[in-house]
């Protein structure tokens, strides 16, 4: 691999969002892209990357596909898009079949996968990253219901909150101990495979955002662009940390919510990691 090259690893990324994602990166050229699926092969993408069959809720198998790509790459790492995700399936607001026993436990395959395999993938990610020594860029695949209800679909919209939490929680250490910059992608209605055409249907086609609006977003994040805000105009304060939403092809920086006061702002700022070493870290 020439040394000018970049490496990019992304999750879920042989369909949907990924795809697109890697395919921009391809175009752009000077990138080598390592992509991580669960299917048998990259599809479309196969003669352009290095692929992995690996289940990202499964910590030993992403490990160890992030482990050969770091082999395979100098010894280098760029990019990681932690962006697997899968919606629900239905049941959670059936009711029990028999009014004398409890309901059957719920389907958790989307918070394993949307939240847990996210976290597996920025905690194996960073470690790689952070040992090239060239900080870089996470960005982790959220949804505007990481932000606000999928009425339908409470498992996919508390993996998807977790995942802003999560992003908010590690973004400011990131930057301050590895030069690393963490960012939230939110993306409302962008028509992929995750769900079936009849529930895509049920959406206003207006709302829809095209893919390649979805990936020249991820590339401004990946570049360190500070991204500017449809609604008010304003730019980003900084280049990290940002919860970034899209919706009929704009994009929207959403803020954590205020603070109710001053004293619940000095409780929440104790807990900054640099404040909790050899406590709770």
């Not at 209605?189 to 095209?210: C, E, G, H, L």
């Not at 990946?222 to 940002?242: C, F, L, P």
């Not at 994009?251 to 004293?263: A, G, I, V």
Request: with cysteine; charged share 15%.
């Amino acid at each position: 691999m020439p040394e000018t090259h970049q490496v990019a690893f992304i999750t879920g990324g042989a369909n949907g969002i990924g795809q697109a994602v890697a395919q921009a990166l391809i175009a752009r050229g000077g990138w080598s892209v390592h992509v991580v699926d669960i299917q048998d092969d990259a599809g479309p993408l196969s003669s352009s990357v290095s692929y992995y069959k690996a289940d990202t809720s499964n910590y030993q198998q992403l490990a160890d596909a992030f482990k050969a790509a770091f082999a395979s790459s100098a010894g280098r790492l760029d990019f990681l898009f932690a962006n697997a995700g899968v919606l629900e399936k239905a049941g959670w607001f059936a009711g029990s079949e028999s009014p004398s026993e409890p309901p059957p436990e719920p389907d958790w395959t989307a918070l394993e996968i949307n939240l847990k395999g996210c976290m597996n993938a920025v905690r194996v990610g960073r470690h790689y990253m952070a040992q090239a020594s060239n900080g870089g860029s996470i960005v982790v695949t959220s949804s505007v219901a990481g932000i606000w209800p999928m009425y339908c679909s409470p498992v996919y919209t508390s993996s998807k909150h977790g995942v802003v939490g999560f992003m908010r929680s590690i973004a400011d250490w990131y930057h301050t101990s590895d030069n690393i910059r963490v960012n939230a992608l939110c993306p409302s209605s962008v028509r992929t495979a995750i769900m079936p055409d009849n529930a895509w249907d049920q959406y206003d086609k207006t709302s829809f955002t095209p893919l390649s609006v979805v990936a020249e977003l991820v590339l401004k994040l990946v570049d360190g662009e500070r991204i500017v805000d449809a609604k008010t105009g304003v730019q980003a304060e900084k280049n990290y940390g940002q919860t970034v939403t899209l919706s009929a092809g704009k994009f929207y920086l959403t803020d954590k919510p205020n603070y109710c006061d001053d004293s619940l702002q000095s409780v929440v700022e104790a807990t900054h990691v640099k404040n909790m070493i050899g406590v709770l870290v």
